[in-house]
């Protein structure tokens, strides 16, 4: 059986991208899977966590490989014959490049920090999943519980044309800090952070083996 494939993806920058493909293959890496990071933005902010991680582990744990846009179906194709999950993290851009990422997806993941703007700014990764036949699963990242905001945020999720998860990632400096150090939440100290990680690493499972059924 070939490995399952993740593509993340966001019109706007800074929504989460790199910290939901980071965390959700430290996750995996727990579990026992054999996991390759693909990274296809020319920012490069998982290739920086990467090699900040080989330079601190000396068993860094997970495969990591770049391309472009357009390189991205032959790259998969390789990658996923060698490992049980690829998670391929995109540019913060929404035009035909992202298309391949989109098309080679088991499970599209779109991160939305909780605000009205980044929730805007997904219509357009939407529409070209919509293009290809998906049907997105959205993440509320960097939520801060029990606010008027965040009840909106939620209220215009769920009516997008997209599934929203019930699995979310609250607002924790734990987030940006792990990734410095090239590890995930789940690779650190105890925090409330590794229950978050790991239910929404449950949820993103659940909605591969629903896509391998259908």
């Known amino acids: 059986m070939t490995g399952r494939v993740i593509t ?33 933005d020319p920012q490069g902010s998982l290739g920086r966590w990467f090699m ?6 000396s ?27 690829v998670i391929v993290d995109t540019p913060p851009k929404v035009d035909s490049d992202l298309r391949p990422a989109l098309r080679e997806a088991d499970v599209i993941l779109v991160p939305i920090a909780a605000s009205l703007m980044d929730l805007w700014a997904t219509e357009g990764v939407l529409d070209l999943a919509r293009r290809e036949g ?3 699963k959205l993440v509320l990242n960097r939520v801060r519980g029990r606010t008027r905001l965040d009840a909106e945020v939620r209220a215009a ?27 995930g939440v789940v690779e650190a ?26």
Not at 189 to 214: F, I, K, Q, T, W
């Open 134 to 136: 998906k049907r997105p």
């Open 189 to 214: 100290r105890r925090s409330p952070a590794v229950a978050e990680v790991e239910a929404l690493l449950l949820a993103v499972m659940a909605a591969a083996e629903a896509s391998d059924a259908a």
């Open 59 to 85: 068993d860094v744990g997970v495969d990591f490989s770049t391309s472009s846009a357009w390189g991205v179906s032959y790259e998969v194709e390789k990658l996923r014959r060698q490992v049980d999950v």
């Open 8 to 40: 993340v993806a966001q019109q706007k920058g800074g929504a989460g991208k790199t910290t939901l493909a980071v965390n959700l293959a430290t996750a995996l890496l727990r579990q026992g899977r054999h996991v390759a990071l693909l990274d296809t």
């Open 157 to 183: 999720a769920a009516a997008l044309e997209g599934d929203l998860l019930p699995a979310t990632l609250a607002h924790r400096v734990i987030y940006a800090e792990t990734l410095g150090q090239g590890l």
């Open 52 to 57: 900040t991680r080989r330079a601190s582990l």
